[in-house]
């Protein structure tokens, strides 16, 4: 009797040890997100701190729920003319809903990657290359609500989407410079005649004024032979009319 009664008391406490051994802590931080899983059924969120689970049934997982940085390698696309460029993204994004994030994809990045691939693509190929070149931005504001909402259907919160490069062919890159080239020295041409104009202009206005009133000029003399005369290396010279000086 006394030897089925510690018997009975070792298997108690042996399966008590067992009990007991078989909880596990599971810590979820404020930056994270955690799912309570049950016998492989998602119940509900952890809550953050300390969460108690039986490990035999339930499971706790647990992600990171600040935001990262994804980056699209450059690839070939068409503009609307039909001019090849290769254009690049960056993104960031963060999960916000970790239920949807675990259910409903398997490799949710890669979906999301392959969604702004599509929609770059699109996005390019109704753009005008002038006009691509002009405001790169608009390509990611074009993208932003198609790619956005993939992703939320996936669990992540995109935040930013961005056309980071934009490249484009070297015989098209020399094109383009003798462009820019050609357009500055239009400028410049123009500038220099609009001086030439406004001296023209000037010179002409200087010839009426002498016209209208002959004493301008005598004026005008006068003040150039005193500016020649308070430089220093210059010989003045002055006419003196006749009879004014008697022998």
Known sequence: MY????????????????????????????????????????????KVGFNWIFEPTTKVWVFDARPSATSMQLQEVL?????????????VQRIAD?????TVSTNVLDQVYIEAQLALRDVIAGIEFDALMSDRS???EAMLPRVRAEAERLGLELESLALKDLVVGSDLKRALNDIVLAR??????????????????????????????????????IEAAKSAAESDGNTLVLGVPQGVVTP
């Open 138 to 140: 608009a390509v990611a």
């Open 79 to 91: 503009t609307a003319d039909g001019i090849t460029v290769k254009a690049s993204l960056s993104m």
């Open 184 to 221: 500055a020295e239009s400028r410049a041409e123009l500038e220099r005649t609009r001086g030439k104009t406004a001296a023209v202009r000037s010179m002409v206005n200087a010839a009426k004024l002498v016209e209208q009133h002959p004493g301008f000029a005598q004026l005008q003399w």
């Open 98 to 102: 970790a239920k949807r994030f675990v």
């Open 3 to 46: 030897i089925a009664l510690i018997t009975t008391s070792i298997l108690a406490i042996a399966g008590l040890v067992w009990l007991v051994t078989r909880f596990e802590c599971v810590v979820v931080s404020e930056y994270q997100h955690g799912l309570v899983v049950t016998k492989g059924r998602v119940v509900g969120p952890a």
